[in-house]
């Protein structure tokens, strides 16, 4: 297990750890439905569209928001090499690149969501920003420990506790943070 980062607060300690297993964030109530299609891998969600019944991207968009309903739609582009990365701007790598799919939202969605039409690419941008995150290993863990000193003065670390799934290693060590705070307060 790769342990990312380790800080020390007191007598506590503070382990992030990548997450080896998290889950696709495809799985969460999104708002956008991403759109991909790969020669060897499967990414996105699952969808009905068969890409072969369109000449470009744009006529697949135009049919989008003329028959499923479409409010926005955003660009995914994805760049492969000793790894994956995704975005909604491409990449400029005219040999490792190139475009992946699309997200779109419906007008329903939107407006069940209750979200300002200027807040939906936003939103939409968020989801792809999360879903790099993922395919890239940005998920975390912690993992915190109460150190005690033993009668021969050799320390031991008694785990107190740990939660996965963090995107991003800065949110996950607040919340580690937080949590400690909270077992100090409690041993006063």
Not at 38 to 47: F, I, L, P
Not at 69 to 88: A, Q
Not at 159 to 180: N, P, R, T
Request: aromatic residues 12%; hydrophobic residues 25%.
């Amino acid at each position: 297990m790769y342990v990312h980062e380790e800080e020390r607060i007191g007598d506590h300690l503070i382990q992030i750890v990548q997450d080896e297993n998290p889950d696709t964030p495809r799985t969460w109530d999104n708002l956008g439905i991403m759109v991909c299609s790969h020669k060897r891998d499967s990414y996105g969600d699952k969808h009905n569209f068969n890409f072969s019944n369109y000449e470009s991207w744009q006529e697949m968009e135009k049919d989008i928001m003329d028959n499923y309903d479409g409010h926005t739609i955003l660009p995914i582009y994805m760049y492969e090499h000793s790894g994956v990365t995704v975005s909604s701007k491409p990449f400029g790598d005219r040999f490792d690149s190139g475009r992946l799919g699309l997200i779109y939202c419906t007008k329903k969605d939107v407006a069940k969501e209750c979200i300002d039409d200027e807040n939906v690419e936003a939103a939409l941008q968020g989801e792809i920003e999360t879903y790099n995150q993922y395919l890239m290993g940005d998920v975390y863990g912690y993992r915190i420990y109460k150190i005690s000193k033993c009668d021969q003065g050799h320390e031991h670390q008694e785990e107190l506790d740990s939660c996965w799934g963090f995107y991003g290693s800065e949110y996950c060590m607040e919340e580690a943070k937080g949590i400690v705070g909270y077992h100090q307060k409690e041993a006063v």
